[in-house]
């Protein structure tokens, strides 16, 4: 009896736990459909006016433009430099590999407002201005460590003699990367690039440090829109945000369930 309810208040508090966590975003997502300028319940009617509005304003245009490109640029130089990493760390012998994986990492382990000031104080002290490319290296040191977490964890369960039976029938290391290797890890590659994407696209933290006077995302969008005033726009973008950033994940999950069969296939 007494371990019965015991899990009943565990199961208990984790709803509760659930409901405050996702309560505010559900709020969000219905009053992004609410006719009435005011955000209050009982919603005053059905309407996708705010998402019209949204569409029609250049500025929220413009960050999300940026937002994309920036999360493209970081997803592809991350990917890059991931599998790169990846494939010198577990299938060579590199000297102190154990040292080079916890310096790739260690940005997962330093809070990212500590990161971003680091880094700023760092290339003000080299006189290197705030730029475009400030930002994206910035995007990518912060997101290089999850791509890389992910490659690994894929490349290790890759048997070796896979590779090496492509090399004893005539392939070079390149064309074994490409025919034999790349094709087994291409899941894993997809998620760390999707992870990239989506991490840069939602960042707020560095990118108000790292960005030049003028350049928004749409993070750093909502908040400015947010110094002024609580406008019905906000929820709608902030909808678009989440379906953006939930769907991104299903689908790079999806693809990679459709890969693994036709591998298996």
């Known amino acids: 009896m007494g371990g019965g309810l015991g899990w009943q208040l565990v199961r208990g508090w984790a709803m509760l736990v659930y409901a405050f966590m996702f309560l505010p975003v559900a709020v969000v997502v219905l009053l992004s459909f609410n006719a009435s300028e005011f955000g209050a319940f009982p919603m005053s009617g059905f309407s996708l006016r705010w998402f019209v509005e949204l569409a029609n304003n250049e500025a929220i245009l413009r960050a999300f433009r940026t937002s994309i490109i920036l999360g493209l640029l970081t997803a592809a130089i991350s990917t890059t430099l991931g599998v790169l990493a990846s494939l010198a760390l577990v299938r060579y012998r590199v000297p ?17 407002v500590v990161l ?13 201005n705030k730029s475009f490319t400030l930002l994206l290296m910035g995007h990518v040191i912060f997101t290089l460590p999850f791509v890389i977490l992910v490659v690994q964890a894929r490349l290790v369960s890759i048997r070796r003699d896979v590779e090496e039976a492509a090399m004893s029938l005539g392939a070079n290391p390149v064309q074994t990367f490409f025919q034999v290797t790349l094709p087994l890890m291409l899941p894993a590659v997809l998620a760390g690039a999707l992870f990239a994407f989506t991490i ?66």
Not at 96 to 111: D, E, G, H
Not at 118 to 128: E, G, V
Not at 202 to 231: C, H, Y
Request: aromatic residues 6%; glycine residues 8%; positive net charge.
């Open 96 to 112: 102190a590999a154990n040292m080079i994986s916890t310096l790739l990492i260690a940005p997962i382990l330093v809070p990212e």
């Open 200 to 265: 840069s696209f939602d960042d707020i933290t560095g990118t108000l440090f790292w960005k030049p006077g003028g350049v928004e995302t749409v993070p750093t969008q909502i908040f400015a829109m947010l110094r002024n005033s609580i406008s019905p726009e906000i929820n709608a973008l902030g909808t678009v945000m989440i379906l953006l950033t939930v769907g991104l994940p299903l689908l790079g999950l999806a693809l990679a369930r459709q890969l693994s069969k036709k591998r298996g296939g």
């Open 116 to 128: 971003a000031v680091a880094l700023l104080l760092f290339l003000n002290f080299l006189n290197i």
